[in-house]
């Protein structure tokens, strides 16, 4: 690799450079807004609703997100405005933007893996699985999780950006594959085993009381459902980081190996191969709220409640410039 070498780290497109801010600049906000509403939900709700394990593991991907939101999109932000104005980049900004970058979404996939473990236990032991995580636990394992993020990251160091985004994004995609197949048919097998089951209990129970069994059957229904907006949630997952690496591991090899391309479409490839991976942190919140009814009902009662203590103090406001008025 390294043919896209010849067109240098900058370019002299200004339209590009301006689409790119303006990218940026859109994900700055939506990316840090969606997270930081996430996190404040999860970390105030006192229900056991958010005791699971999945809603913990969304808890640590929200705050990774939320700093790629903060730091690495913003360095992006500040990399194209320099490239339009002409300003050159430094060092310590470029290895603080490819090392943000490598960390925090080093973290989500991590998380996504062990949430992975966690789906499959799901699935398995639906009663275990309940009881939810110590917090101490929870804290424990995301910690385990940066620390290794941290650790894999310093590979950047070794062999550069180019290479180890290339091996980074393609783990990804393939590790992301796999899952999705091994989720799939776990699932299946569990739906099958679930319609056998119930089967035999109608014939068992035809005979007893109707109503107690009517009770568990709806009882058991909702939490088949609730389960399986959550699985469904977890493979949406898969498929956002599918969406955003498996394009990024084609422009990338493309872009390296091509002798005859035009410089113009190197550097557009460049700056879509970064806004495609970003962007991850911004379908994710999108995909939560959209798919965990329980996440969506929190969110807006954050909402309501944020909105509420605002016109308090609006309120306020106005009364102490109404008694001012008054005095003088």
Partial sequence: MGNADRCGGTH?????????AVVS????????GLNLLILITIVRNKSNAFKPVFFRAVLNIALADLFTGIIVDSLCFNFVIKEALGLSLSQAEKILSHLSFFIFSGVAVI??????????WALIKPVNHLKGQELWQSVLIAVATWLLSIGLSMAYFKVGYIKCLVVFA???VVFSFILMIVMLLVYERKLVLNR???GSYSVTRSGSNCRSSRHLSIKGNLSQSGERRVTNTFMLMLAVFLISFLPTVIMIIYMNNCTKCHCTLIHTMRDLTYLLVVAGALMRPINYMLRLRVLRRAVKKTISGI???????????????IKLRSST
């Avoid at 600049?25 to 939506?30: D, E, T």
């Avoid at 309120?315 to 102490?320: A, D, G, N, Q, T």
């Fill in 111 to 120: 998380t996504v893996g062990l949430m992975s473990i966690e789906r499959l």
């Fill in 25 to 32: 600049g859109c994900l700055i906000l939506s990316t840090v």
């Fill in 170 to 172: 393609s783990t990804t």
């Fill in 196 to 198: 056998k089951k119930r």
């Fill in 12 to 20: 002299h497109l200004p339209a590009l450079s301006v689409f790119t």
């Fill in 307 to 321: 909105s509420c203590i605002a016109s308090e103090d609006n309120s306020k406001i106005s009364e102490v410039s």
